[in-house]
């Protein structure tokens, strides 16, 4: 039935306005539609965990390919059920262990290269005027270094704030900063009215065909 | 009471209905408007623009529903430009709400061209712990990927998957990530693009770019589309207009109401403070 696009879009519409309502106020058609899609999410996902990972790993690479380890690791994994039973719940810690520490070093490993090569490129020339693919020239990098200091000063927190170099640079950093999360604001303004506007052309496109 | 004080006190669902109207308008009666294009936008389309014909593009498909107004329309755009120069796709995504989506328009245009599944491109779908599968990737993709595709089929009967062993500038040409947050670009640049050098451009959500502009300045991303506009942008340069193009008079709009709000509400704060 949901096959339907008609039918599929109607009932997507449908519960587009039931979250819309909450503008007006909250109320019961919100909940249900906010309901709905937390557990849809959620059986969706353990769908996708089942179809994607543990299948092909229990139908192909256990029982055709013998990689019989991998029947270690889905019991270590099981392990995080014991929660739910307060005598052996202190065996749960062995899989969060295993994942948090292989997850910390593993993220430690390639973490410093990305920001070396943005350290790197902090370094300007100021003595020469050249341009890059975005038509830098002397005067932008000397900006940019300024801003680039104050907004570092700015978090120096254990250095004494009474000179006025460090008041200075702090001050420039202060501005610098607020002006980034005045820019950062204005994308998410930009962001949140795309939303809107996706939704717009689903209702009046896709389900009530009023736009192509 | 003066008119201040009622633009100041005024219920915020007026402003919501003021909102709709002012963006269903003009989707209903599109108004061309003129569109600048912007260095970030034009430097990843040379980039797309710019890769061998007949190569491959890997596609990332790190999003969900809620960022598909911004992101789809630049990855349909690609994959249409892509398909155009006789390119393979592959896609990965690692957001397990957006797979099915990303499955789904890549499909629509790979019949519009008429490219065959397995051959001209393959999704390769999600799979759990995706940046590890992803790390995994640049050394063996049909083991990292356990050997199969979005739909469950054997990834190695795939003649597309025979030629492209890894994830290496040696079998992928370039990459397009479409991002909204983590697993993301980030991800890409510490597994993929810094260690095994393969160029990425990304296309983002305008909440998000911010963030990625260091990125892009430090060459470390070729170019970026930000958001709605940035996907309107690509859109007219690659020639294949779509869902952003006819939504970007409704954005201009929307926004100048917010300026104008923003505007009003502050000049009725001031005078009132002032009284």
Redesign the interface.
């Known amino acids: 039935m949901f096959d339907n696009p008609t039918i599929a879009n109607t009932v997507g519409a449908i519960f587009t306005l039931f979250i819309f309502s909450y ?2 106020k909250e109320n019961a058609l919100y909940r249900l539609a906010e309901h709905i899609y937390v557990g849809l ?1 959620a059986g ?2 353990v769908t ?2 089942w ?3 543990l299948k ?2 229990i139908q ?2 256990i029982a055709v390919d013998k990689q019989y380890y991998l029947i270690t690791a889905i019991i270590i994994g099981l392990l995080m059920y014991t929660r739910y039973f307060p005598k052996i719940a202190w065996l749960a810690r062995i899989p969060m262990s295993i994942w948090v520490g292989y997850g910390v070093g ?2 430690l490993v ?2 410093p ?2 920001f070396i ?2 350290i ?2 902090s370094f300007q020339k100021f003595s020469a005027k050249y341009t890059t ?3 830098t020239n002397t005067v932008n990098n000397i900006l940019f270094f300024i801003f680039l200091i104050g907004t570092m000063m700015y978090f120096f927190f254990t250095v004494k704030r009474d000179n006025p170099i460090m008041v200075g640079g702090a001050t420039i950093g202060r501005y610098v900063l607020m002006l ?1 999360f005045g ?2 604001f204005g ?15 689903y209702l ?2 896709d389900w009530l065909h ?2 192509k | 009471m003066n008119i201040f004080d009622v633009l100041q006190s005024v219920d915020r ?1 007026v402003i ?1 209905v003021l ?2 109207l002012v ?2 308008i003009p ?2 009666k599109p108004i061309p408007l003129p569109l600048s294009i912007a ?2 936008t034009q ?1 990843c389309y040379d980039f797309l623009n710019g890769l061998p014909d007949g190569g491959v593009l890997w596609i990332g498909g790190d999003y969900d529903s ?1 960022s ?3 992101l789809t329309p630049v990855g349909i755009a690609a994959a249409k430009l892509a398909f155009k120069k006789n390119m393979k796709i592959i896609l990965y995504s690692m957001w ?2 957006g ?1 099915t989506q990303n499955h789904n328009w890549l499909k629509a245009v790979a019949d519009e061209m008429g490219k065959q599944y397995g051959v001209d491109w393959v999704d390769i ?4 712990q995706a940046p ?1 599968v992803l ?1 995994g990737m640049t050394d063996d993709i049909i083991t990292a990927a ?3 595709d ?1 739909e ?1 089929n054997s990834l190695a009967s795939l003649p597309l998957m025979q030629q492209v062993k890894k994830i290496t500038p040696e079998y992928v040409d370039g990459i397009l990530d479409l991002t909204t947050g983590s697993p993301g670009a ?1 991800t890409y ?3 993929v ?3 095994k050098g393969v160029p990425c451009t990304v296309a983002v ?3 998000s ?2 963030q990625y502009m ?2 892009v ?4 991303y070729k170019g970026l589309t ?4 940035g996907a309107a942008e690509f859109e007219k340069l690659t020639g294949f207009p779509g ?1 952003a193009t ?2 970007i008079g ?2 201009a709009f ?2 100048a109401l ?1 300026i104008l709000l923003i505007i009003l509400g502050n000049i009725g704060y001031v005078v009132n403070r002032r009284g």
């Open positions: 503008l007006w999410s969706y996902i996708m965990n179809h994607t990972t092909p790993a192909q690479e593993y993220v390639f973490s290269a990305p090569t943005q790197t490129n693919w975005y038509g980034a820019s950062a994308n998410t303004v930009q962001g949140r009215v795309s939303l809107f506007i996706g939704r717009c052309q009046l496109g009023l736009i | 669902r919501y909102l709709a963006i269903a989707l209903l260095p970030e430097q809620g598909a107004t911004e397990n709400t797979a779908g999600w799979k759990a590890y790390r356990q050997g199969t979005f469950g980030d640049l510490q597994y693009i810094e260690p959500t305008a909440v770019s911010a260091p990125r300045r430090a060459g470390q930000n958001g709605l506009s869902k006819a939504g409704a954005q929307s926004h917010i």
